[in-house]
């Protein structure tokens, strides 16, 4: 059991990479607190992870909600050890056809909230806890459409390193997991249907070295990882879990 005893908050956990983490993070000894806007999806996970988990309806962007979450979560559980900022939605952005609320509600998501759901869980934290936040390659593939997810991605990148300065001195680790292209609902809206889906995935499989997209469980044992005292001597920096898409790009099956 690697976080035996250990207590937990994750964004964004009632689906994809933050439910699987929920699930790793209670398999391995954890008590796990979830945020997320549908109820339905709130239910279904605490349905099927029961007594250690803790489900919160919280919007994100909505500081206070999130300060109720905490709260709520520090209540049942006591000082948190482990947060892993991890909600975020895609939103396409291209440049010519973007308004500015759709551009900024991106931001606001991504960006932002990370930012104040840290300085929410912070004066919870334990010295010595651990902070994951939720990267993508975007922020360095340059694929079009993306400027604002993009952005903020990049930002969680330059954000980690600034926050592991300011918390090292009370031990608080703090890094990035950056995935790849992960198979979770986060494309249903490009794939709404099963063939769909599966044509995309042949697409984006032949730029990935490893000829596949990424599992949500994948995901949850790098987050893992960061989380537990395995990575004690890491911080400010990235877990890249990408099947090589950004390290080895020419090794990607369109290549062969
Ligand atoms: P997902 O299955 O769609 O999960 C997204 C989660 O974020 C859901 O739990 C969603 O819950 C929550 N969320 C979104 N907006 C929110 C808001 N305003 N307030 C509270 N919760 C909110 O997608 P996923 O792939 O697991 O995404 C998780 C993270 O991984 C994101 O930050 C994403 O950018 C990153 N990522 C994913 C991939 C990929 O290919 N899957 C690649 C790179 C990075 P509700 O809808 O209930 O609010």
Redesign the pocket.
């Known amino acids: 059991m690697r976080l035996a005893n250990k207590t937990a908050l994750i964004?964004?956990?009632?689906?994809?990479?933050?439910?699987a983490t929920a699930r790793l993070f209670i398999a391995e000894g954890a008590r796990v607190a979830i945020?997320?806007?549908?109820q339905e999806?709130?239910d279904a996970a605490k349905a099927e992870l029961g007594s250690n988990l803790l489900t919160f309806q919280?919007?994100?962007?909505d500081i206070a909600a999130t300060e109720r979450a905490v709260a709520g979560a520090v209540e049942a559980f006591g000082p948190l050890d482990i947060l892993f900022a991890?909600?975020?939605?895609?939103g396409a952005t291209p440049v010519g056809g973007t308004t500015l609320a759709t551009f900024e509600q991106v931001l606001r998501?991504?960006l932002t909230?990370v930012f104040f759901t840290i300085q929410a869980t912070l004066p919870h934290l334990r010295d010595g806890a651990s902070i994951i936040l939720?990267?993508?390659?975007?922020a360095v593939l340059g694929m079009p459409g993306y400027s604002a997810?993009a952005a903020t991605?990049a930002g969680v990148r330059a954000m980690t390193r600034v926050v592991a300065s300011e918390l090292a001195p009370r031990r608080i680790r703090v890094n990035t997991v950056?995935?790849?292209?992960?198979?979770?609902?986060?494309?249903?809206r490009l794939a709404p249907d099963a063939a769909a889906l599966a044509a995309l995935e042949a697409k984006i499989s032949k730029m990935v070295p490893l000829g596949r997209?990424?599992d949500?469980e994948e995901?949850a044992k790098a987050v893992l990882f960061l989380a537990s005292d395995d990575s004690s001597y890491v911080t400010g920096t990235e877990l890249v879990v990408d099947g090589g898409a950004t390290g080895s790009p020419s090794g990607a099956p369109i290549y062969r």
């Open positions: 964004t964004g956990g009632n689906s994809g990479i933050g439910l945020t997320g806007r549908n999806r709130l919280a919007d994100v962007t991890n909600a975020g939605i895609p998501t991504n909230a939720n990267g993508s390659v975007h997810y991605k950056v995935p790849g292209a992960t198979r979770t609902p986060i494309w249903d997209l990424g949500a995901l």
